[in-house]
């Protein structure tokens, strides 16, 4: 039996620092394995794993505009994110029901978003090339993967509806995640554009998509006082700058010519 929790709107940095805690707990075997809704309550971008800020985002326009920018745990490529999406993190346990190689992982996890498409009458297929799932040929769910502590999450997004325009603004390249367009609204889709609206009935679609498409029933459950707990700890390290930019001081690191021995001195 896996647990399922809606939590609606949150803090985007908390969304961060929660999954991760949860991860946590469902591979120690303290917690249930989890399918984790939510919705971020003011925009923000998530930054892959290794990604460098100076690389993918305009982050004096996200400081100047109260955008938050939120290194994620997990790998893959930079998501602008508003309330207008449905974001999920399906955690499992490593050997379970979630298989083991990355790409069978994305395969399993996101025939769940098919379903949910396919239920909705917006049809949907998967584009292993990068790990999303496109309708009528444009892009409606970007995805991340990474396993932590033997836990494995797979994170990706549902697109109700989309600010094309501030993304632009956000993202230096809004086509980087995309097949070959000449902008994002070429590439994406929404389901408003579709006619589907009601938020709550596409939850519960995209609810039932992954149970069918893991073959497990998800009861509905709680955040445990350990895991908001843990959460509450990890938040510190996602809203320091340290984390946010620790790629990119890693590069600069490198950069730096070395220090002289004592002999050179």
């Known amino acids: 039996m896996w647990r399922f929790i809606d939590l609606d709107k949150i803090d985007g940095f908390y969304s961060a620092a929660l999954f991760e805690s949860i991860a946590r707990h469902v591979g120690a075997g303290s917690s249930p394995e989890t399918i984790l809704f939510w919705r971020v309550r003011t925009p923000v971008v998530y930054l892959g794993y290794h990604q460098c800020v100076e690389d993918e985002i305009h982050a004096d326009f996200c400081r100047n505009s109260n955008i938050g920018i939120i290194r994620r745990i997990l790998g893959g490529g930079c998501g602008f994110c508003d309330e207008n999406q449905i ?74 509806d989309f600010n094309f325009e501030l993304m632009d603004k956000v993202l230096k390249s809004p086509t980087k995640n995309l097949k070959p367009v000449l902008s994002a609204r070429e590439g994406m889709i929404t389901l408003k554009e579709m006619g589907i609206t009601d938020i709550d009935y596409v939850k519960k679609v995209l609810r039932r998509g992954f149970e069918n498409a893991l073959g497990i029933t998800a009861g509905d459950g709680m955040l445990t006082l350990s895991e908001t707990d843990m959460a509450n700890r990890l938040l510190d390290k996602y809203t320091q700058k340290e984390w946010t930019y620790r790629m990119d001081i890693k590069r600069e690191l490198r950069k730096k010519p070395a220090a002289p021995s004592p002999q050179q001195a």
């Open 87 to 160: 974001l999920y993190s399906v955690i499992g346990r490593e050997g379970g029901v979630i298989p083991g190689g990355i790409q069978s992982a994305y395969t399993k996890v996101l025939g769940g978003v098919v379903n949910a498409l396919l239920t909705l009458g917006a049809g949907g297929e998967i584009e292993p090339a990068r790990n999303a799932v496109y309708s009528r040929g444009r892009k409606i769910s970007g995805n991340a993967q990474g396993r932590i502590d033997g836990a494995v999450l797979v994170n990706g997004s549902l697109l109700l």
